[in-house]
Structure formats: C-alpha cells, structure tokens
C-alpha cells in the first residue's frame, strides 16, 4: 500500500521529538499557573461538578495534532507512480541456415530430424522478440526461404513450411548454405551478426568450398555456430522410394564431417555443437541463446504527486476547532 509512498524531507521528522517535550512541560506549568484561593470551610458553597475542566485538556491536544500534522507536511510526502518502456539498444541479427537433403527425414530423432528441428528453432525465434532473423535452406544448392525480418510471424511461418522436396538437388552443400546466409548478412548494419548452421552430413555437393564461406563469414565480422544432428552409430534413413512413393527406410550409418563444423566455429568465432537426440537439440539452442543475449535499455519514468496539502488543511481546521473551543465553551478555563 505505501510501496510508492515517500517523503522528500525525511530531516524534519527530527522537529516530532518536541511534542513529548510539549507534553511535559505542558502538565507541570499548568498546575502552577491555575490560580489558589484558600478558605477554611466550604459547606456555604452548594458545589456542582462538572467535565469540563477535565476536557479543557483537550485543547492542548488539538494543538499538539495540528504541529504533528505540520511538520509531517512539511517533510513532503508523496506519491510516485513509475512507468517504464523497454527498448533493444543492441539488436542482433540472425540467420538459421538449415540442411533440407533427404537424410533429415531419418529417424533418430522424434518423430524425424527435420521436424524435431523445426520445433526447437520454432521456440528459439519466439524467444528473441527483439532480434531480427532470417531464414536459409539447402541440400545440393541453397536459396533464401525467409529475408532477415522482425516479423517473427513471418519467419514462423517460412519455419512451418520447411520441409524435404525435389525441388533443390540432393545432397548437402555445407558451403553453399553459408555464403548464402552470409550474403544475407554482409549488409546488415547490426552491431551482431549471427549464423546458426545446421547439417546432418558431410560436403558434399556445390561449387562453394565451406572455408572460402567462413573466410567469408570472418571478413564481414559474422559469427557461426554449427550443430551437427544426428546420433552415434546407425539411423533409419531414407535410401529409396518405393512404388508407391513413399520413402524405403533402411539403417545407415550417421556420418558428420564434425571436424568441418569445427573449424567453421573457431574460424570465425562461434562453436560447434553435436546433437544426437531432441533433448540434446534443445538443450543447444538454449545455450545459444543464452550466449547471444541482446541487451536491453530500460527507460523509467516518474510522475510524483505531493500530499502535503490535505495535511496541512486538517493541521488549519484543528487549529481553528482549538480557537473556537478556547473562545466559547472553556472561555472560563483557560
């Protein structure tokens, strides 16, 4: 209730400290200045008792009220109401370059490594409201599937339409999908540039060589993370498709040129991570997350509001009430 409530000039709470001493000094002078007067008997006067002299104490009281509420008033209370806006002060752009070739349909992951990843890169760009993100596919050759946008329902929805078709060459051209995403990049004037490259293979299709991209990458101050997905050993795979069009699922055996994905890393700056299975996935996009914060400037605003007044009102009003008493009712008292 009082969280916003404060007072300016707290010193002159100091000044309460006098009204005891008041007090005191009220009761023991009052005695001495009533007047005495001594007589032998009163059984000739018929005596009537009454309150008032009691309550022409009351009096004093008022006052003391009155000073207390002053000098609460003339600490300054106040209320403060604080509004506050948010903005990005270093925004970071960020490219998903994402490898569409056949292999991503192997099961290794639930319910398949395309779309396991689709659901974690889904949660990734819901989390960076004030980035902007751009989005890359390749397989054989690579192409733009989302420009670098603050849209994230934009970006969602490219995301949600990634999927393995005919339409691009198989195979996986690891070097490709970089200089495409860096191209995307080179012209960004953000004070970060960010790749998130993300393959289940090794290079193996494309005329771009995967050094040349990252030199690439490095002369245009982009930084790239890798991820290598998939797990240890065998994985169904598709290796056929069947009569009826549908994918022939067979074991074969998960190859990532990790050592490729590394030097990518530590050329230009990021790291390379290996995920080999959906909690592992998960658990890298919330490490980069974590490692590619946008800092965030927060503007407060304060409005204050002073309360002295009605203090100050009702210090007048007990004043005057004492005044008015003192001139009617205990006129004969005090």
Do not use: C
């Not at 990532?256 to 592992?280: M, P, S, V």
Request: proline share 3%; no cysteine; charged share 25%.
């Amino acid at each position: 209730m009082f969280d916003n409530f404060t007072f300016e000039n707290p010193q002159f709470f100091w000044l309460l400290l006098l009204l005891p001493i008041a007090a005191v000094w009220y009761f023991w002078k009052r005695n001495k200045q009533r007047a005495e007067v001594r007589i032998s008997s009163i059984k000739g006067f018929k005596v009537k008792q009454s309150i008032l002299p009691t309550l022409r104490h009351s009096l004093f009281v008022l006052r003391l009220l009155a000073l207390a509420l002053m000098i609460v008033a003339m600490a300054r209370p106040r209320t403060t109401n604080v509004s506050s806006k948010t903005s990005s002060t270093q925004g970071i752009d960020i490219v998903l370059a994402i490898d569409v070739s056949a292999s991503m349909l192997a099961r290794d992951l639930q319910p398949n490594r395309l779309e396991a990843l689709k659901e974690v890169a889904g949660e990734f760009i819901k989390g960076r409201p004030g980035d902007r993100i751009g989005l890359v596919e390749y397989a054989g050759e690579s192409f733009t599937k989302s420009p670098i946008t603050s849209d994230k329902t934009i970006v969602l929805s490219a995301l949600a339409d990634t999927e393995f078709n005919t339409v691009l060459e198989n195979g996986t051209a690891i070097g490709m999908g970089l200089s495409t995403a860096v191209n995307r990049l080179k012209d960004s004037k953000a004070k970060s540039k960010v790749i998130i490259l993300l393959t289940d293979g090794v290079n193996n299709a494309g005329f771009i060589d995967p050094k040349i991209a990252s030199e690439l990458a490095v002369e245009y101050k982009i930084k790239v993370y890798t991820i290598g997905l998939g797990s240890n050993g065998v994985a169904l795979t598709p290796v056929g498709i069947l009569p009826n069009g549908q994918f022939q699922y067979g074991n074969q055996k998960v190859e990532i040129d990790e050592k490729l994905l590394q030097d990518i890393a530590n050329t230009t700056g990021g790291k390379y991570f290996r995920a080999t299975n959906n909690e592992k996935l998960e658990e890298i996009y919330k490490e980069i997350d974590s490692l590619e914060k946008t800092d965030i400037e927060e503007f407060k605003f304060y409005n204050y509001a002073d309360e002295y007044r009605p203090l100050l009102l009702i210090a007048g009003l007990l004043l005057l009430l004492e005044f008015l008493l003192r001139s009617t009712i205990f006129k004969g008292f005090v």
